[in-house]
């Protein structure tokens, strides 16, 4: 079974650029989330989404950050623009339903310079 | 509110040694379910084992095992016979699974070195 996929890898940008990020998630499952990590700390979850539509975005700094889960399949979250403090890691995961283990994706490792 | 604790920045254990990471928890939700990730230096967060606030046993998965004590609040995994792999990072984490779409919250991670 085809894990969560995630990219890109690594993105190096000038603050004040915009960014975005893109996640396919293990098929058949519903559930999506995207969490930030920054260096040092636990990830805290920025989205939910179930199926194509929003569950949980209460973490999410919407005055420059920006998802959406067309199909109810893929994944993209945007910055724009991004700031210093956006760098951090950027993990996508999903899962089955709201109550199953979430599955992970690599992450992507995002430099704002 | 769902909080998960985890007061061991890092810990140190010798190879085939076993080794405990401490988790406390707090919430008010009567169900929930409580979840140990390793993230390796890869960055991938890699599930280990889950617990359910209603499960009569505690959990087990190979080499780990869910302390589980539901009057203190303490979900501790235990890593028996510790291998150079297990060096990384640990969270715990935990969701409330009453009505509504609760969000997996995580603790702020151990980070387990194993040395030879």
């Known amino acids: 079974e085809a894990g969560v996929a995630q990219s890109p890898r690594y993105k190096i940008i000038e603050k004040r650029q915009s960014v975005a990020f893109w996640c396919n998630p293990i098929?058949?499952?519903?559930?999506l989330y995207w969490y930030q990590q920054i260096l040092g700390q636990g990830p805290k979850l920025l989205i939910q989404?179930?199926?194509?539509?929003?569950?949980?975005d209460s973490q999410l700094p919407k005055d420059r950050f920006s998802a959406e889960r067309l199909k109810g399949v893929d994944s993209t979250l945007k910055i724009q623009p991004a700031k210093l403090e956006d760098s951090a890691v950027y993990l996508c995961?999903?899962?089955?339903?709201?109550?199953?283990?979430?599955?992970f994706g690599q992450g992507t490792r995002l430099t704002v310079v | 509110a769902q909080k998960i604790t985890q007061t061991q920045p890092g810990m140190f254990v010798q190879e085939k040694e076993a080794v405990t990471l401490d988790c406390t928890y707090d919430?008010?939700?009567?169900?929930?379910?409580l979840f140990w990730y390793k993230q390796p230096s890869s960055g991938e967060m890699i599930f280990l084992i889950y617990?359910?606030?209603?499960?009569?046993q505690n959990a087990t998965e190979g080499r780990y095992s869910l302390n589980f004590q539901k009057a203190r609040k303490s979900a501790n995994l235990v890593i028996s016979a510790s291998q150079l792999g297990d060096s990384a990072m640990y969270f715990c984490?935990?969701?409330?699974?009453?009505?509504?779409?609760?969000?997996?919250?995580f603790g702020t991670g151990t980070r387990l070195l194993v040395s030879p």
């Open positions: 098929s058949g499952h519903a559930t």
């Open positions: 995961a999903s899962s089955f339903d709201r109550n199953t283990e979430a599955f």
């Open positions: 617990q359910g606030s209603y499960d009569q």
């Open positions: 919430t008010s939700d009567p169900s929930y379910g």
């Open positions: 984490a935990m969701r409330n699974l009453n009505t509504g779409f609760q969000k997996l919250v």
């Open positions: 989404f179930q199926n194509n539509g929003v569950v949980d």
